[in-house]
Nanobody, 124 residues
């Protein structure tokens, strides 16, 4: 059973930066595909970023590419999402998620474990 606990987030002005962390227990983060999703009020949960298990391959949604960076720390068993140049449209609840799969990674149903969610608010 994989358990994910998120930390970080908060409020920032447009152009600022925030960092989200996801602590993983029950499985080695290096052998787990880890994704980040977000959900704004009244909208569906959307894919943000993913890092594949066992290889250092990452992918990003077009809306965050070049601004967000996903990384993992195998020693600490954590995954981090560094968010720079934040925009008001980045405002949402952000979730980390874990999967044993390596396909369809932009789909929420691919992931079997989820963090509790953390609010990110970007003001203009």
């Amino acid at each position: 059973q994989v358990h994910l606990v998120q930390s970080g987030g908060g409020s920032v002005q447009a152009g600022g930066s925030l960092r989200l962390s996801c602590a993983v227990s029950g499985r080695a983060v290096g052998s787990t595909t880890m994704g980040w999703f977000r959900q704004a009020p009244g909208k569906e949960r959307e894919f943000v970023s993913v890092i594949w298990r066992n290889v250092d391959i990452t992918s990003y949604a077009g809306s965050v590419k070049g601004r967000f960076t996903i990384s993992r720390d195998n020693a600490k068993n954590t995954v981090t999402l560094q968010m720079n140049s934040l925009k008001p449209e980045d405002t949402a609840v952000y979730y980390c998620a874990a999967s044993q799969l390596t396909t369809d990674l932009s789909l929420p149903q691919t992931y079997e474990s989820w963090g509790q969610g953390t609010q990110v608010t970007v003001s203009s």
